[in-house]
C-alpha cells in the first residue's frame, strides 16, 4: 500500500521554481536588449542569490537537499541495476543527482561570464565587476557567456526529457512532488529530516551577502 511521504521542503521548492522562471527571464530580456538588459543584470543577481543559497543548502538543509544523502557516484551502478528503490533515496537519485551537479555547475558558469561582461550596445548595462577586468578579458567572457548559453539550453533539454520520459515511460511522476512536497511510496520509507528556519535564514544571509558584495565591489 502507497503512503504519503514528505520528501521535498519548501526553501528547496521555491528555489527549484524560482530558477525555472528566472532562466525564462534571462533568455527573454536577453533577446530583447536596450533597457531590458538592466533587468537582465538585476535578475542574474537573483539567479546568484538562489544559486548560493542552493549551495547552502546544500550543505546544512533537508536531507533530500544535502549533497551528502544523494550524491552518492557508487550507488549509481545499483540504481541503474534496479536495486536501489526509491523507498530507500526518496529524493534525487544517483543519477539525477549527476545533473543537479552539472546544472548548478552551467549556471554559476553562466552567471559568473556575465558579471565580467561588457555591453557593446547601449555601454550602461555592464556585468557589475566589467570594471575589474581588462576590455579584452570582459569581451571573451562576454562571447563565451553568450556561447554558453546553447549548452546551457541543451543541458536543460536533457533535464526536461528525463523529467518526460520518466513520466511517460516509467509512469514515475516527477513533476508534482516538486509542487506539492509528497511522493507516494510503498513499503517502508527512510526517515527524513527537514531543516529549521535558523538553517534556513543562515542560508538566506549568505547569499544575500555574496549577492551585496558583488554588487557594490564594482
Not at 533530500?64 to 549509481?76: E, G, M, Y
Not at 543527482?97 to 554559476?108: E, H, I
Not at 507516494?184 to 551585496?212: D, P, R, S, T, Y
Request: aromatic share 14%; proline share 3%.
Amino acid at each position: 500500500m502507497k503512503q504519503k511521504v514528505r520528501v521535498w521542503d519548501i526553501p528547496t521548492r521555491l528555489f527549484h521554481w524560482s530558477l525555472v522562471l528566472s532562466i525564462g527571464f534571462m533568455w527573454f530580456s536577453a533577446e530583447q536588449g536596450g533597457d531590458w538588459l538592466a533587468w537582465h543584470l538585476r535578475c542574474g543577481l537573483f539567479i546568484l542569490a538562489l544559486l548560493v543559497f542552493r549551495v547552502c543548502w546544500g550543505l546544512w538543509g533537508s536531507d533530500t537537499s544535502r549533497f551528502a544523502q544523494f550524491v552518492k557516484p557508487t550507488q549509481i551502478g545499483r540504481y541503474l541495476s534496479g536495486k536501489l528503490s526509491e523507498n530507500e533515496q526518496p529524493g534525487h537519485n544517483p543519477v539525477g543527482a549527476l545533473m543537479v551537479l552539472a546544472l548548478l555547475a552551467a549556471l554559476f558558469f553562466q552567471v559568473g561570464t556575465g558579471l565580467f561582461s561588457p555591453d557593446d550596445n547601449t555601454f550602461i548595462n555592464s556585468g557589475y565587476l566589467n570594471s575589474l577586468v581588462s576590455d579584452s578579458t570582459g569581451h571573451s567572457l562576454r562571447s563565451l557567456h553568450i556561447q554558453f548559453f546553447d549548452g546551457l539550453l541543451i543541458l536543460i533539454g536533457v533535464h526536461v526529457f528525463t523529467i518526460f520520459f520518466y513520466k511517460i515511460v516509467k509512469k514515475h511522476n516527477l513533476i508534482t512532488p516538486m509542487f506539492t512536497g509528497y511522493k507516494h511510496l510503498e513499503g517502508k520509507v527512510a526517515e527524513l529530516k527537514f531543516a529549521g528556519i535558523g538553517k534556513f535564514a543562515a542560508a538566506a544571509a549568505v547569499a544575500l551577502a555574496v549577492v551585496l558584495v558583488v554588487a557594490n565591489i564594482g
